[in-house]
């Protein structure tokens, strides 16, 4: 799609947190990646270092990037180093956080649409009664397992976002979602 992400830049996880603060909701990587895990805010696409797919090149001209995070969005769809998350079952082994052995410039290579701020509203909820736990000497997050209604409304929210992707649960649903 052309003109994804030319109205309003990718975030990366960073700036997603950012602007969930902003939005009054409080938010870190842990609470991120355990809203992964439950399907309940999936990162819009993961910019990986080896091809994952068949390289895409678009089919005409593409509007000028604006961003620097878009160019490297570009090049990893050309290169077929773009993933889909919402297409692929958890994947346990990402990480979402630098560890110690990461290079300090490292980052986790997750976009997120500037339209998944608006789903923070409905997670509120979710993320109010969340429990942060250590394991084996790790800190962690545990939310509570999400309603089927909370999961359909996410699922909702993201063919919002992008219409043309598949989808986790099966079909949105088709009454008012209020």
Request: aromatic residues 8%; charged residues 30%; glycine residues 6%.
């Amino acid at each position: 799609m052309p003109w994804v992400f030319t109205q309003g830049h990718p975030l990366d996880t960073d700036s997603l947190v950012r602007e969930a603060e902003k939005r009054g909701i409080k938010l870190d990587l842990l609470a991120l990646r355990e809203l992964y895990r439950r399907g309940l805010l999936v990162p819009f696409v993961e910019l990986t270092f080896r091809r994952v797919r068949e390289p895409r090149t678009p089919d005409g001209p593409e509007p000028i990037a604006a961003s620097s995070r878009l160019l490297e969005i570009r090049q990893a769809r050309d290169t077929g180093c773009l993933r889909d998350l919402s297409a692929e079952p958890f994947k346990r082994h990402l990480q979402f956080a630098r560890d110690a052995q990461k290079p300090p410039r490292w980052w986790n290579g997750f976009i997120y649409s500037r339209y998944q701020l608006l789903a923070l509203c409905e997670l509120k909820g979710v993320l109010d009664r969340r429990k942060y736990q250590v394991r084996g000497g790790r800190r962690a997050v545990r939310l509570p397992i999400p309603d089927p209604l909370l999961l359909d409304r996410m699922e909702f929210l993201r063919k919002i976002a992008s219409p043309s992707q598949p989808s986790r649960r099966g079909t949105c649903p088709s009454s008012n979602p209020s």
